[in-house]
């Protein structure tokens, strides 16, 4: 994808552009002036060139310090650099990697000026803090410590705001969503820099080894790309998946509608032998079993896919109500009974459809498992972490080698299709709650859902 040309940028974002490297170089001046190119150990300024180098070579070869990255490698040399060189050196050898990085890469010119001139506004606001002199005190380490969190804290701030801009979202929303994905790999950073430098005037010899974490996050890199492939196999198994289900659901529906209707007309003439009959019926009854697969196989996909909620206020106790009313007429042949508990009415934004199906799954199941002259319980109360439904049957209950694998795809228990608990915690999950189940053998289970406020 082409990256706009900066013209066609908004006038903030131009502005946010121009001013934070404006700034910066600004902010460099003025801690130049004050801090001044003092004497340090010559050894130092072969640093200049040495994190110039680094940094251009993390943006050419990036290495994953999280799933997702929003920390560069190049974070630690252009932080060694500010925290070890004179103040009117260190971040400008910062920026000028970070500059050269993101040419190298071929990012815009304007991307590569406000990168740079994010890091020479951090770099500058750390030195100003503090820096790793000769002699090295107490007070000292804590004002490095101090700096390089600054350092950090300043970049992010920065580096968010063209971001907010040109997409129009909250600020504030943008710098938490950030934050959450690279503190820790920051955090880790900037401690191997302030490690790397305070270690340099103190222990020269120890100096390198806080720099034994960089083989560690290559490894972890290795292992990042490993399970970002594997999942990018496993979505694309699933969406295939999806695809298979709708088109066999719907394939299938309009052959089996010809069948359910032929059987309908045989069954209504009357003619043949009871085995005929019999056999009618049962045709009818598989029928119908197979209709029912059909809707859940369509069911599933749906709740797989990735499209929004449709969303409206549901009265819970009104949904129990309609699921009881559905399946009266089975449970009744089963001579199974239904009670409705509403302890506490709720209204939830929630996907009707969706949700009545998770319902009326569990609702089929309990009255599979209940004996006759039982009843199953529906029960609507407020819950630990929101309004919850609780589907009790008075069942076998379930062993405990099946709880392990009980809301899995196709684990089939005596009649059951194997979809219906599964097809209830994938719309539940969806919704943001939770389904769980409480089981005694011999006495029943209780199933429930709890959905959030």
Known sequence: MTPPRFGALSAPLRAVLIGVPAAGVVLAVIVAARGGFVQVEPWRWALVPACVAAIVLTERYPVKIAPEQKVNLGALPALIAVLMLPAGVGPATAAAGVLAGNLVVRRTWWESVFNAGDVLVAGAVAVSIGTVHRDVDALMDLLVVVAAAAYILVNLLLAVLPAAIHTGRPYPSLLRQAASASWTASVTLAACAVSVALLAVEAPVAALLPLIVLPLIYRMNLAIQAQSKANEQLAAVLAAQRRFLT????????????????????????????????????????????????????????????????????DLAELTADVVHAYAAQAGTSGVG????????????????????????????????????????????????????????R???????????????????????????????????????????????????????????
């Open 338 to 393: 239904f009670v409705t508990d509403v302890r506490a009415p709720a209204r939830i934004s929630a996907d009707k459809d969706l949700l009545r199906e998770a319902v009326a799954n569990l609702v089929e199941n309990a009255v599979r498992v209940s004996p006759p002259g039982e009843a199953v319980t529906l029960r609507v109360h407020a819950g630990a972490g929101g309004p919850s439904i609780d589907v009790i049957d």
């Open 247 to 314: 088109d066999v659901s719907h394939q299938v529906a309009t052959p089996l509608a010809t069948i359910m209707t032929n059987l309908s007309i045989l069954r209504r003439a009357r003619r043949g032998t009871g085995a005929t009959q019999e056999a009618i019926a049962d045709s009818v009854a598989e029928a119908e079993r197979m209709k029912r697969m059909l809707a859940r196989l369509r069911a599933l996909a749906h709740a797989d896919e990735d499209v929004p909620l449709r969303r409206e206020l549901v």
């Open 395 to 453: 069942g076998p209950g379930i062993d405990d080698e099946r709880l392990k694998i009980l809301f899995d795809r196709f684990q089939r228990s005596d009649s059951g299709s194997g979809l219906g608990l599964a097809i209830a915690r994938r719309v539940v999950e969806r919704h943001g709650g939770t389904i769980r189940v409480q089981t005694t053998r011999g006495e029943g289970s209780t199933f429930t859902i709890e959905l959030p406020q």
